[in-house]
């Protein structure tokens, strides 16, 4: 006990050459260092002035609590096992100085090791991978928290080169890889004291600025309506990641982001240039590609409007088609109801001028709808070859009558009658006006003024064809006498105003028809005529021919039709002359035959002028006889009519109508029709039915036709078959 005393006076008394650190974790066991040698005594509490002797040279004072966690080593290292927190002191211990050869004594404090933590590489993108770019400088760091000692950083490769040491608390390796570092492992060595305490590893991947090139499947010229497939592929390979990718399409970005872009309908607005830009942390490269999508012509349709005395009339086929190389077909001439007018040839660039068909024509006849074909071996998606567009030609005109309106037309007395005709404008029509015999009709309860737009009959070059107009009536309820005269119809548009005359007329027996064409065909007699007033009535014309060498002639009957003009082929003997004449009838009675027209044989051309010398002979003889006769006839009629009045016989209206029906003149309402066919003097004719050899007798009344026929008026008449002369009032 005394020694311990004296040697704590002395520990006093010398004074610490240095002092140092020594670091050990709770539970542990701490190993102190003394550099002298022997060590004379280990004390504790030094640091506190307070101090406890833990050993004498190599023995324990057991007189500690803890004497069993202590121990010294053969170097004189004070062991102090399952370390706790009352063990982190300050401890000195006493020697000789072996190089002063004195007492000394080193200090050590125990201090608690604490580990580094939080170990990460800041350029990691994923777990346990860095990216670079082959040729750039990068930097591969490695971060910890610090912990007690102070930590060393290693940075190792993956053969275990130290690559760079630094800490604590970072280290950094600065490299610019090439190829061959691509793939290679990194590692950061964390040393704690000599203990490794962590460790991390990453793998460098290398990114190459992309190469890419576009591909098309099938291929870059395709089909309209066909797929299609645009590949951007890297060349670098699958391993290079492309971080994103951008498409444009004629210079302007899309919305599309990956790879591929698959078009499952190709369009041709697909056409033109698809660039496909990659990038990734090494850069951007782009390609593009030319798409050629192939499709059938589409033609413009339009419309196009040319004044009436317009002589130049250009229209042209608006097209456009891949590939470019527009063959143009024949034209179609259609009206505006699609009705087919005509088919004309243009030029080769697509060009058709009107002006150079019209001929004859009327200005009017060149509007409707022109429609061009054209092709460029390409199918449309409904599988058509050719492609048609249309172009609508309006002609600025005033309106235009059809030449099928009618200039004489019926009506019935105490019935109702209509005045009809028809009419095509080219603008709105702004007004329709009725006027009789110069005064205008206005409208009453008797009288109506309709106009109605429909789909009307008109001849457009040479054809009868459908097309829109307007039908305007004058539609006169309980007709009267006076209601029997000349009207003028006037419509106009923008463009000007037209008009048309009608004279109204009583329903009669038809007017001759005119033979427009009488000739040979190769199986027989090809005979054209015109209608030229039917009466009021269905009527059905007799066409009568025979041999110049017969005196028979043979019949055959033509019911009418709606056309005016009327043909039909009758057959004849080869080599015979012909001669051909006609008529038209009715319900009311028949016309007049035609003037006899010989038919040659074009064999015996030479022959034809002794028929026709023989003909004019026979016909002067036979008119000379009808004339004799029909002046007879004549004759026995007014003396008859003479000796009605000498015994004052006077027939009445009863007697009228009987004889009407006798010869089928009466109308719906059984009231005798006249038929009135102006001469020359404005006088009224009252037609007289066949006379004798067919001849009619005409005679004229004395009422002036522009004086209106008031009630009790008088006109005379013949009735068929009758010598009678019948008067009755109006």
Same mark, same amino acid.
């Given at each position: 006990?005394i020694?311990?005393?004296?040697l704590?006076?002395v520990?006093?008394r010398?004074?610490s050459?240095?002092?140092?650190?020594?670091?050990?974790?709770?539970?542990?066991t701490?190993i102190?260092?003394?550099?002298?040698?022997?060590?004379k005594?280990?004390?504790?509490?030094?640091?506190?002035n307070?101090?406890?002797? /833990?050993?004498?040279?190599k023995?324990?004072?057991y007189?500690l609590?803890?004497?069993?966690?202590?121990?010294?080593?053969?170097?004189n290292?004070?062991?102090?096992?399952n370390?706790?927190s009352f063990?982190?002191?300050? !401890?000195?211990?006493t020697?000789?100085?072996?190089?002063?050869g004195k007492?000394d004594?080193?200090?050590?404090?125990?201090?608690?090791a604490?580990?580094p933590?939080?170990?990460?590489?800041?350029?990691?993108?994923e777990q346990?991978?860095v990216?670079?770019?082959?040729g750039?400088?990068m930097?591969?760091?490695?971060?910890?928290t610090s912990?007690?000692?102070?930590?060393?950083?290693?940075?190792?490769?993956d053969?275990g080169t130290?690559?760079?040491k630094?800490g604590?608390?970072?280290?950094?390796f600065?490299?610019?890889?090439?190829?061959n570092?691509d793939?290679?492992?990194f590692?950061?060595?964390?040393?704690?004291g000599?203990?490794?305490?962590?460790?991390?590893?990453?793998q460098?991947?290398?990114? !190459?600025?992309?190469?890419?090139?576009?591909?098309a499947?099938?291929?870059?010229t395709?089909?309209?309506?066909?797929?299609?497939e645009?590949?951007?592929?890297?060349?670098?390979?699958?391993?290079?990641v492309?971080?994103?990718?951008?498409w444009?399409?004629?210079?302007?970005y899309?919305?599309?982001?990956?790879?591929?872009?698959?078009?499952?309908?190709?369009?041709?607005?697909?056409?033109?240039n698809f660039?496909?830009?990659?990038?990734n942390?090494?850069?951007d490269?782009r390609?593009?590609?030319?798409?050629?999508i192939? !499709?059938a012509?589409?033609?413009?349709? /339009?419309?196009?409007?040319f004044?009436?005395?317009?002589?130049?009339?250009l229209?042209?086929?608006?097209?456009s088609g891949?590939?470019n190389?527009?063959?143009?077909?024949?034209?179609?001439?259609?009206s505006?109801?699609?009705t087919?007018?005509? /088919?004309?040839?243009?030029?080769?660039?697509?060009?058709l001028?009107i002006s150079?068909?019209t001929?004859t024509?009327?200005s009017?006849e060149?509007?409707?709808?022109?429609?061009?074909?054209?092709?460029?071996g390409?199918r449309?998606?409904?599988?058509s070859?050719?492609?048609?567009?249309?172009?609508?030609?309006?002609?600025?005109?005033?309106?235009?009558?059809?030449k099928?309106?009618?200039p004489?037309?019926?009506?019935?007395?105490?019935n109702?009658?209509s005045l009809?005709?028809?009419?095509?404008?080219?603008?709105?029509?702004?007004?329709?006006?009725?006027?009789k015999?110069?005064?205008?009709v206005?409208?009453?309860?008797?009288?109506?003024?309709?106009?109605n737009?429909?789909?009307?009959?008109?001849?457009?070059h040479?054809?009868?064809?459908?097309?829109?107009?307007?039908?305007?009536?004058?539609?006169?309820?309980k007709?009267?006498p006076?209601?029997?005269?000349?009207?003028t119809?006037t419509?106009?548009n923008?463009?000007?105003?037209?008009?048309?005359m009608?004279?109204?007329r009583y329903?009669?027996?038809?007017?001759?028809p005119?033979?427009?064409?009488?000739?040979?065909?190769?199986?027989?007699?090809?005979?054209?005529?015109?209608?030229?007033?039917?009466?009021?009535y269905?009527?059905? /014309?007799?066409i009568?021919?025979?041999?110049?060498?017969?005196?028979?002639w043979?019949?055959?009957?033509?019911?009418?039709?709606m056309?005016?003009?009327l043909?039909?082929?009758?057959?004849a003997?080869?080599?015979?002359?012909?001669?051909?004449?006609?008529?038209?009838?009715?319900?009311?009675?028949?016309?007049?035959?035609?003037?006899?027209?010989?038919?040659?044989t074009?064999?015996?051309?030479s022959?034809?002028?002794a028929v026709?010398?023989g003909?004019?002979?026979?016909?002067?003889?036979?008119?000379?006889?009808?004339?004799?006769?029909?002046?007879?006839w004549?004759?026995?009629?007014?003396?008859?009519?003479?000796?009605?009045?000498?015994?004052?016989?006077?027939i009445?209206?009863?007697?009228?109508?009987?004889?009407a029906?006798d010869?089928?003149?009466?109308?719906?309402n059984?009231?005798?029709v006249?038929n009135?066919?102006?001469?020359?003097?404005?006088?009224?004719?009252i037609?007289?039915?066949q006379?004798?050899?067919?001849?009619s007798?005409e005679?004229y009344?004395?009422?002036?036709?522009?004086?209106?026929?008031?009630?009790?008026?008088?006109?005379?008449?013949?009735a068929?078959?009758?010598?009678?002369?019948?008067s009755?009032e109006?």
């Amino acid at each position: 006990m005394i020694c311990l005393v004296i040697l704590a006076c002395v520990l006093v008394r010398t004074e610490s050459l240095s002092m140092n650190t020594s670091y050990e974790k709770m539970s542990g066991t701490a190993i102190l260092k003394c550099p002298f040698g022997p060590v004379k005594t280990w004390a504790a509490g030094i640091a506190e002035n307070n101090s406890t002797t /833990y050993t004498i040279g190599k023995m324990i004072n057991y007189n500690l609590p803890f004497a069993k966690r202590l121990n010294v080593s053969e170097m004189n290292s004070l062991i102090i096992k399952n370390v706790t927190s009352f063990d982190f002191q300050v !401890y000195r211990c006493t020697g000789i100085n072996s190089i002063t050869g004195k007492l000394d004594t080193y200090d050590i404090l125990l201090k608690q090791a604490i580990d580094p933590s939080n170990i990460k590489i800041l350029e990691e993108t994923e777990q346990h991978r860095v990216i670079g770019v082959i040729g750039q400088e990068m930097s591969i760091t490695c971060t910890v928290t610090s912990g007690e000692p102070e930590e060393i950083l290693i940075i190792e490769d993956d053969n275990g080169t130290e690559m760079v040491k630094d800490g604590p608390g970072s280290v950094k390796f600065r490299l610019k890889p090439d190829r061959n570092d691509d793939g290679k492992n990194f590692t950061c060595l964390v040393l704690s004291g000599d203990e490794l305490v962590l460790s991390y590893t990453v793998q460098l991947q290398l990114r !190459y600025k992309p190469n890419i090139t576009i591909q098309a499947y099938p291929h870059n010229t395709t089909m309209e309506g066909d797929p299609l497939e645009l590949r951007c592929d890297d060349e670098e390979g699958s391993t290079n990641v492309i971080s994103r990718y951008k498409w444009q399409h004629k210079g302007t970005y899309i919305q599309h982001s990956s790879k591929v872009m698959q078009i499952n309908v190709t369009s041709r607005m697909d056409n033109g240039n698809f660039t496909c830009i990659a990038e990734n942390e090494a850069g951007d490269a782009r390609d593009t590609i030319e798409i050629n999508i192939l !499709y059938a012509p589409v033609i413009e349709n /339009y419309s196009v409007s040319f004044f009436e005395n317009n002589s130049n009339l250009l229209v042209s086929c608006k097209v456009s088609g891949n590939p470019n190389n527009i063959t143009f077909g024949e034209w179609i001439h259609l009206s505006d109801v699609d009705t087919p007018i005509r /088919y004309l040839n243009g030029s080769e660039d697509g060009i058709l001028a009107i002006s150079s068909f019209t001929g004859t024509a009327e200005s009017y006849e060149n509007g409707g709808v022109y429609v061009c074909n054209v092709s460029n071996g390409i199918r449309s998606t409904d599988d058509s070859l050719w492609q048609t567009g249309k172009v609508q030609v309006i002609i600025k005109e005033s309106p235009v009558f059809t030449k099928q309106n009618k200039p004489e037309q019926v009506g019935y007395i105490d019935n109702t009658s209509s005045l009809s005709v028809d009419v095509m404008s080219s603008s709105r029509i702004m007004s329709t006006k009725w006027y009789k015999e110069g005064s205008e009709v206005l409208k009453t309860e008797r009288l109506a003024m309709p106009r109605n737009s429909l789909i009307i009959k008109a001849q457009f070059h040479n054809k009868m064809v459908y097309t829109k107009g307007y039908r305007c009536n004058l539609i006169i309820d309980k007709t009267k006498p006076e209601d029997f005269q000349n009207y003028t119809v006037t419509v106009q548009n923008q463009y000007g105003v037209s008009s048309f005359m009608i004279q109204l007329r009583y329903a009669g027996p038809p007017r001759m028809p005119q033979i427009t064409t009488v000739k040979r065909t190769s199986n027989g007699i090809l005979v054209k005529w015109r209608s030229v007033f039917d009466g009021g009535y269905e009527t059905t /014309y007799e066409i009568e021919f025979r041999k110049v060498t017969e005196t028979k002639w043979d019949r055959i009957h033509i019911k009418m039709i709606m056309e005016n003009h009327l043909s039909t082929t009758f057959i004849a003997d080869p080599n015979t002359d012909y001669l051909v004449r006609m008529k038209a009838l009715n319900k009311m009675g028949n016309s007049s035959s035609t003037k006899e027209q010989i038919v040659p044989t074009e064999d015996k051309e030479s022959q034809r002028s002794a028929v026709i010398y023989g003909t004019s002979v026979f016909t002067v003889i036979m008119f000379c006889i009808s004339g004799v006769f029909g002046c007879f006839w004549c004759y026995s009629i007014i003396e008859k009519k003479k000796r009605m009045k000498a015994t004052n016989h006077n027939i009445d209206i009863n007697q009228d109508q009987q004889l009407a029906e006798d010869n089928g003149v009466v109308n719906d309402n059984n009231i005798p029709v006249i038929n009135i066919i102006p001469p020359a003097e404005n006088n009224i004719n009252i037609n007289v039915l066949q006379g004798a050899f067919g001849e009619s007798c005409e005679g004229y009344s004395s009422i002036d036709r522009r004086k209106r026929m008031s009630r009790g008026q008088k006109v005379s008449y013949m009735a068929n078959r009758s010598s009678k002369v019948v008067s009755t009032e109006l």
